[in-house]
């Protein structure tokens, strides 16, 4: 009887062993969070991908640190071609099943925003071109814009000057700013006199510069991506061009200031509302130190792409679902976030605005200016 017992005993024992095992087996999976992230990491614009690729990466390690949900990133190398975005951007959809897509540049968000509507997938747009929020109400936008900066430098250049000339590539965010800036500036009585435009090839710009030189100009404006800045001022200083400049946020790019502020003494631009070395960034620049093993890019808009990928985690946390449309409407209810980058406050449309200021390189600094 006794054996019986025990025998019986050991059997149950065995059997609510087993048991758990089987229940812990049978544990649901935490679910990953998959965020593509089309930038440009070779190209021309590679200093513009690179820093927001690590600022993509710090927020993800954040994220699952805090561990309410996983976040695995997908990147994808645009090298600024919407053709290659596309082809990108089907990849993350249909293979890899991305729950949210991050673009950087204008035309590459422009490419991939009608398949992200399309697919119902949120997509946030690190670019300078509003009008990519229009493709489909799960699209947001998260930069600052066209519109902002050239009415800064057009209204800027009202105050002081009655003529100006333009120096812009032949791209679709600097052409667009120049656009703005000569319609606002001659509807406030002002004159463009002349406008030249380069290639991402240009390596001579002397004979546009003598052209600008010699023509009745007060001021020459700047629209560019930097990279082209250090050779267009060397060759100014041989040329003897003397006249004031005036230029987009470009000239905060690490490749605009590979030998420092002192090339662009007394240039006025338009600049983001903070700059790297803000006291707000300091722990966000150690990581980035970490995992760059180099300093965060002048061009601190890395920060809105670490902020991306923060509200994107939000709102997947909250609504306890990856459906762009349920995500879409949560952003636009909520509609302001705390960011890294400062208070983000989001229209009905999808659409952000960032606040620019004007500053000046003097003295070997950058100095904002107060009218």
């Known amino acids: 009887m006794l054996n019986m017992k025990k025998w019986l005993s050991i059997t149950m024992l065995g059997i609510l062993v087993v048991g758990s095992f089987n229940f812990a087996g049978c544990k649901k999976e935490e679910k990953v969070i998959k965020i593509g992230a089309i930038l440009p990491l070779t190209g021309n614009l ?23 949900i996983k976040v695995e990133i997908i990147f994808g190398d645009s090298k600024a ?11 993350m959809i249909n293979i890899d099943k991305v729950d949210a897509i991050i673009t950087s540049t204008s035309g590459v968000a422009m490419a991939v925003a009608p398949i992200a509507a399309k697919n119902n997938i949120l997509n946030f747009a690190g670019c300078m071109a509003p009008e990519v929020v229009h493709q489909g109400k799960n699209i947001f936008r998260l930069f600052i814009n066209n519109n902002e900066e050239g009415s800064l430098l057009a209204n800027y250049l009202a105050k002081h000057y009655h003529k100006i000339g333009i120096l812009v590539i032949n791209s679709r965010s600097p052409l667009a ?3 703005i800036i000569r319609k606002i500036f001659e509807k406030r009585g002002g004159k463009v006199i002349l406008q030249e435009t380069y290639e991402f090839t240009t390596k001579d710009f002397t004979p546009m510069l003598i052209k600008l030189k ?5 001021a020459l404006v700047l629209c560019g991506y930097g990279f082209k800045y250090p050779t267009i001022f060397k060759t100014m200083r041989e040329l003897q061009f003397n006249k004031p400049v005036v230029g987009n946020v470009s000239f905060l790019m690490p ?5 420092g502020y002192s090339l662009y003494e007394g240039v006025k631009f338009a600049s ?3 700059t790297r070395d803000d006291p707000r960034f300091a722990e966000f620049n150690k990581k ?5 093993k180099t300093e965060p890019s002048t061009f601190a808009d890395h920060v809105f792409f670490y902020d991306m990928v923060k509200i994107i985690a939000q709102a997947i946390e909250a609504t306890g679902s990856t459906d762009g449309n349920k995500l879409a409407e949560y952003i636009i209810k909520k509609r302001e976030f705390e960011g890294l980058s400062g208070k983000i406050i989001f229209d009905e449309n999808g659409e952000s605005l960032i606040p620019m200021k004007m500053a000046e390189f003097k003295g070997g600094k950058i100095v904002w200016i107060e009218e």
């Open 177 to 179: 700013e120049a656009k």
């Open 214 to 218: 010699n023509s009745p100009i007060e």
């Open 255 to 259: 490749v605009a200031l590979e030998e």
């Open 272 to 274: 983001l509302p903070f």
């Open 81 to 91: 071609d919407p053709k290659t975005a596309v082809s990108i951007a089907h990849k």
């Open 46 to 68: 590679a200093f513009l991908g690179k820093p927001e690729q690590v600022a993509i990466q710090i927020a993800q390690n954040e994220i699952n640190k805090e561990g309410k």
């Open 288 to 292: 980035y130190m970490e995992i760059a």
